[in-house]
């Protein structure tokens, strides 16, 4: 028989009760680990999106590294420097050379010499001896030394020591310009110490051998053949004064290279070498004679520490340019030294004739004076 269970109370009162906690304790784990789920997977979008975008951000970086290096490699390639004109002064170095040339040829007649004494002597004709002697003691007088004043002082050949003791008679006047004994060195002369090395290159390659004839002497074929021996000699004197000349004329400030100059000092390297190393006679007309301004040249691109600072910040192409500049100069430098050694083998020339002349004139006379009597040797 059939039974029908229509409540039961344990089961109302104590299972459902439990089965509804355990129902609702499983919907809040299932909770629990959906939000968990959910958490888990929007944090990794949020690392996926954040390592997209680092590695954006370095493809950028990159790029942006990759285009500053071509921009500094183009700039380095093709961008002058500002002071392009004032890195060297090779521009101006041919028109400094001619002015020097042209400057010599003046000096040998007394142009650009302001002593009248000193110009005189150059400008006039050969006297003899013993007035180029005269002429030699008063040019003197204004070139005397501590010594001679103590001597003979007051007089008229040495009134008292002279600002530039022994210029017309020590070698110091052409090397180093004239001046009291202890000087620094110039390269650029003032007009005084031009004086004073022109007067030494009169005392030591012009002095006097004989008298120029006068109109009705030379007429005469003794006086013919004086001037014809006295001509040969002023054409070996000429060769003997030319290098001293050189000296002088290379050491004359010249207009030339002001422009050049007031470029080159816009360097703040070559600034700064030229006022530790100009002589007082350019900074005080802005002019430099050939010798200093190839001094300069050479100088600051070497004895200057400044110049070591500059070359330390160049790169690339202009590295190049410089040390093209440099190989430059060297070369012109070198041209120089070739020209000197051309008028040198000139001059050696012209002694080895003295010498041969000495040999062989005194027997090429004799036989000349045996062919004309006759003589027949045996």
Same mark, same amino acid.
């Given at each position: 028989?059939?039974?029908?269970?229509?409540?039961?109370?344990?089961v109302? =009162?104590?299972?459902?009760?439990?089965l509804?906690?355990? =129902?609702?304790?499983?919907?809040?784990?299932?909770?629990?680990?959906?939000?968990t789920?959910?958490?888990?997977?929007?944090?990794?979008?949020?690392?996926?999106?954040?390592?997209?975008?680092?590695?954006?951000m370095?493809?950028?970086?990159d790029?942006?590294?990759?285009?500053?290096?071509?921009?500094?490699?183009?700039?380095?390639?093709?961008?002058?420097?500002?002071?392009?004109?004032?890195?060297?002064?090779?521009?101006?170095a041919?028109?400094?050379?001619?002015a020097?040339?042209?400057?010599?040829?003046?000096?040998?007649?007394?142009?650009?010499?302001?002593s009248?004494a000193?110009?005189?002597?150059?400008?006039?004709?050969p006297v003899?001896?013993?007035?180029?002697?005269?002429?030699?003691?008063?040019?003197?007088?204004?070139?005397?030394?501590?010594?001679?004043?103590?001597?003979?002082?007051g007089?008229?050949?040495?009134?008292?020591?002279?600002?530039?003791?022994?210029?017309?008679?020590?070698?110091?006047?052409?090397l180093?310009?004239?001046?009291?004994?202890?000087?620094?060195?110039? @390269?650029?002369?003032?007009?005084?110490?031009?004086?004073?090395?022109?007067?030494? @290159?009169?005392?030591?390659a012009?002095?006097?051998?004989?008298?120029?004839p006068g109109?009705?002497?030379?007429?005469?074929?003794?006086?013919?053949?004086?001037?014809?021996?006295?001509?040969?000699?002023?054409?070996?004197?000429s $060769?003997?004064?030319?290098?001293?000349?050189?000296?002088?004329?290379?050491? =004359?400030?010249?207009? $030339?290279?002001?422009? $050049?100059l007031?470029?080159?000092?816009?360097?703040?390297?070559?600034?700064?070498?030229?006022q530790?190393?100009?002589?007082?006679q350019?900074?005080?007309?802005?002019?430099?004679s050939?010798?200093?301004?190839?001094a300069? &040249?050479?100088?600051?691109?070497? /004895?200057?520490?400044?110049?070591?600072?500059?070359?330390?910040?160049m790169?690339?192409?202009?590295?190049?340019r &410089?040390? /093209?500049?440099?190989?430059?100069?060297?070369?012109?430098? /070198?041209?120089?030294?070739?020209?000197?050694?051309?008028?040198?083998?000139?001059?050696?020339g012209?002694?080895?004739?003295?010498?041969?002349?000495?040999d062989?004139a005194?027997?090429?006379?004799?036989?000349?004076?045996?062919?004309?009597?006759?003589?027949?040797?045996?």
């Open positions: 028989m059939a039974v029908d269970v229509v409540s039961s109370q344990p109302e =009162q104590q299972v459902m009760p439990a509804r906690k355990i =129902q609702d304790t499983l919907g809040e784990i299932l909770s629990a680990e959906t939000e789920g959910t958490a888990v997977v929007q944090s990794g979008e949020k690392i996926t999106t954040a390592i997209t975008e680092t590695a954006r370095q493809r950028e970086a790029n942006f590294n990759r285009q500053a290096d071509r921009l500094e490699k183009a700039r380095e390639a093709y961008t002058l420097p500002d002071s392009i004109c004032s890195e060297s002064a090779s521009g101006t041919v028109q400094v050379s001619r020097t040339r042209a400057a010599a040829s003046r000096l040998t007649s007394g142009g650009g010499v302001s009248p000193v110009r005189d002597t150059l400008a006039s004709l003899s001896p013993r007035q180029g002697s005269y002429r030699s003691a008063a040019i003197h007088a204004a070139y005397c030394t501590a010594e001679e004043a103590r001597a003979y002082g007089t008229g050949l040495c009134s008292g020591v002279s600002p530039l003791p022994g210029g017309d008679t020590e070698i110091r006047s052409l180093d310009g004239a001046g009291p004994p202890g000087k620094v060195p110039d @390269l650029t002369f003032t007009p005084q110490q031009t004086d004073a090395a022109m007067a030494y @290159l009169s005392n030591t012009r002095y006097n051998a004989g008298r120029s109109k009705g002497e030379i007429q005469t074929a003794t006086g013919q053949a004086y001037q014809g021996l006295l001509t040969q000699y002023k054409a070996i004197q $060769a003997a004064a030319q290098p001293q000349l050189d000296m002088v004329a290379a050491s =004359q400030p010249l207009a $030339a290279t002001r422009e $050049a007031s470029e080159a000092r816009q360097t703040p390297s070559a600034e700064t070498y030229y530790q190393t100009a002589s007082a350019v900074k005080q007309t802005g002019e430099m050939e010798r200093e301004f190839d300069f &040249e050479v100088g600051r691109r070497y /004895a200057n520490t400044a110049w070591v600072t500059d070359l330390q910040a790169s690339g192409d202009n590295l190049l &410089e040390l /093209a500049r440099q190989q430059s100069l060297g070369n012109w430098l /070198a041209l120089g030294i070739k020209n000197e050694l051309r008028q040198a083998n000139i001059l050696a012209q002694q080895l004739a003295l010498a041969a002349r000495a062989y005194p027997q090429l006379q004799a036989l000349s004076a045996q062919m004309s009597a006759g003589v027949t040797s045996p």
